[in-house]
């Protein structure tokens, strides 16, 4: 997958209904997102995710991709995610992918740290 169609995938991750993502979650996903219970397998965050509104909006920058071996694609990013009726999210994330097939692509990783962890009071 080159990489304005891994960046494409992701962004749909964010911006996509319930389906789009229930089809884009391995089954053997494990993730690590900023509420409780923090650490969910996949079916988990496809069920989270299809109780939240999605975000009408992401921007990715920082973008780095790796690609360590044949069919798995690991990436690391700054999101910047708003919707109707919602402030704003900022966090850093990253994402393993792993080919199944040809040209079939699924997460089986994805973490977020929001922004403000990293902030220090002064």
């Known amino acids: 997958m080159d990489d304005s169609r891994v960046w494409a995938f992701e962004e749909s991750l964010w911006?996509?209904?319930?389906g789009n993502y229930r089809a884009l979650i391995d089954d053997e996903c494990v993730m690590?997102?900023?509420e409780h219970p923090f650490v969910h397998t996949g079916a988990q965050a496809i069920e989270a995710v299809s109780d939240?509104?999605?975000w009408s909006n992401v921007v990715i920058?920082?973008?780095q991709?790796?690609?360590p071996q044949e069919g798995l694609i690991a990436i690391a990013y700054k999101a910047e995610a708003s919707r109707e009726g919602s402030t704003g999210y900022t966090a850093y994330c990253t994402t393993t992918m792993r080919r199944l097939e040809h040209d079939e692509w699924r997460v089986v990783q994805h973490q977020q740290t929001?922004?403000?962890?990293g902030e220090q009071s002064a």
């Open 61 to 63: 920058s920082e973008r």
């Open 114 to 117: 929001p922004e403000h962890i």
């Open 15 to 18: 911006t996509g209904d319930a």
């Open 32 to 34: 690590v997102l900023p």
């Open 52 to 54: 939240t509104p999605r």
């Open 65 to 67: 991709i790796v690609r």
